[in-house]
C-alpha cells in the first residue's frame, strides 16, 4: 500500500465509539470494520471503547488481508486514554505498537492539557537528510489521531482544522462540511455528516516524498454519524485517495 498503514488507522480507530449512558460505570463495546482498496479488500479492524463519567479509553487491532498478506504482513494494536474536557477528547497517553512483516516499531506518546510532554519511538528510525523535523512549537495544542475525529454533539462537526500529532508526524486536517448523506450498517441507520478533508504536512515526514505530495494535492471525504446514547459523531465512513486507487473505510457494525 501506497498510503502508510498508520494514516489509515487513525481514520478507522475514531469510528469505535461505544454508546453508554452518561454517569454510569465503563461499558465496553466492540465494533467492527472492512477496509479496501476499490473493491478488492484489504484489511479488517476492531475496535473496543470504554466511557465513563470523565474519562475514556480507545483501544484496536488492525490487521491486513487479501491481495496485502501476499507482499507482507501488517498489524497494529493502539490505544489511547483521556478525560472527557467539555465539548472535546483530551487524550493522556496514546500507544501504537506496529508490525509490518518481521519489523516492528512503538509509538508512545504522553499529552497533558494538549500538549505533548514526551515522546516515545522504538526502535528509532534513521532520518534521511530531507527529513523535515518535529518542533517544539508544533507539539503545542495537539490532538491525537484516535480521539481526534469525535465530535461531541455540541461540537462543530466538521470543524476548519483538526492538529493532529501521531508519534512521528504533525499535520493538519482541514475540514469542509459538504452536507449529508445517509447510512446503514449493523446498529446504525440514519444520517450522517458530510466532511471533505484536506490533508496538510508539518513536520515529521520526508520532504518530496511521493504519498506526502500526492495526498496533499487531493482530499479525502469522511462521514459522520451520532451515536445516540454517548451523545457524539464520530466516522461511519471514509474515502481516501492513493496513488494505487480508493481506500474505502467503512463500518460494518456501529453501536448495537
Keep these: 500500500m501506497v498510503l502508510r498503514v498508520r494514516s489509515v488507522l487513525a481514520l478507522v480507530a475514531a469510528v469505535a465509539l461505544a454508546p453508554v449512558s452518561a454517569g454510569t460505570a465503563e461499558i465496553r463495546h466492540v465494533s467492527e470494520y472492512d477496509i479496501s482498496l476499490g473493491v478488492l479488500p484489504i484489511a479488517k479492524a476492531s475496535f473496543a471503547s470504554?466511557?465513563?463519567?470523565?474519562?475514556?479509553?480507545?483501544?484496536?487491532?488492525?490487521?491486513?488481508?487479501?491481495?496485502?498478506?501476499?507482499?507482507?504482513?501488517?498489524?497494529?494494536?493502539?490505544?489511547?486514554?483521556?478525560?472527557?474536557?467539555?465539548?472535546?477528547?483530551?487524550?493522556?497517553?496514546?500507544?501504537?505498537?506496529?508490525?509490518?512483516?518481521?519489523?516492528?516499531?512503538i509509538y508512545d506518546v504522553t499529552y497533558r492539557n494538549g500538549n505533548v510532554t514526551e515522546t516515545t519511538v522504538k526502535p528509532e528510525a534513521r532520518r534521511p537528510e530531507n527529513w523535515v523535523p518535529v518542533t517544539e512549537r508544533d507539539l503545542q495544542?495537539?490532538?491525537?489521531?484516535?480521539?481526534?475525529?469525535?465530535?461531541?454533539?455540541?461540537?462543530?462537526?466538521?470543524?476548519?482544522?483538526?492538529?493532529?500529532?501521531?508519534g512521528e508526524s504533525r499535520?493538519?486536517?482541514?475540514?469542509?462540511?459538504?452536507?449529508?448523506r445517509q447510512f446503514s450498517t449493523k446498529g446504525f441507520k440514519g444520517e450522517a455528516i458530510v466532511c471533505d478533508i484536506r490533508y496538510?504536512?508539518?513536520?515529521?515526514?520526508?520532504?518530496?516524498?511521493?504519498?506526502?505530495?500526492?495526498?496533499?494535492?487531493?482530499?479525502?471525504?469522511?462521514?459522520?454519524?451520532?451515536?445516540?446514547p454517548v451523545n457524539v459523531y464520530a466516522p461511519v465512513y471514509a474515502r481516501i485517495p492513493t496513488r494505487m486507487g480508493q481506500v474505502y473505510v467503512t463500518a460494518v457494525r456501529y453501536g448495537n
Design 50 to 105: 470504554e466511557f465513563g463519567s470523565s474519562d475514556y479509553k480507545i483501544s484496536g487491532t488492525f490487521r491486513s488481508s487479501g491481495l496485502v498478506d501476499i507482499i507482507t504482513r501488517i498489524s497494529a494494536q493502539t490505544t489511547v486514554s483521556g478525560r472527557k474536557r467539555g465539548d472535546r477528547l483530551e487524550a493522556q497517553r496514546y500507544n501504537l505498537v506496529y508490525r509490518n512483516g518481521k519489523r516492528t516499531r
Design 141 to 166: 495544542a495537539v490532538l491525537d489521531p484516535l480521539s481526534g475525529l469525535v465530535f461531541p454533539a455540541d461540537a462543530k462537526v466538521c470543524p476548519s482544522r483538526l492538529p493532529i500529532y501521531d
Design 171 to 180: 499535520m493538519d486536517l482541514v475540514l469542509t462540511p459538504k452536507g449529508t
Design 200 to 228: 496538510v504536512p508539518k513536520s515529521g515526514y520526508r520532504q518530496g516524498r511521493s504519498d506526502i505530495e500526492f495526498l496533499r494535492k487531493t482530499s479525502m471525504e469522511v462521514w459522520f454519524a451520532k451515536a445516540q
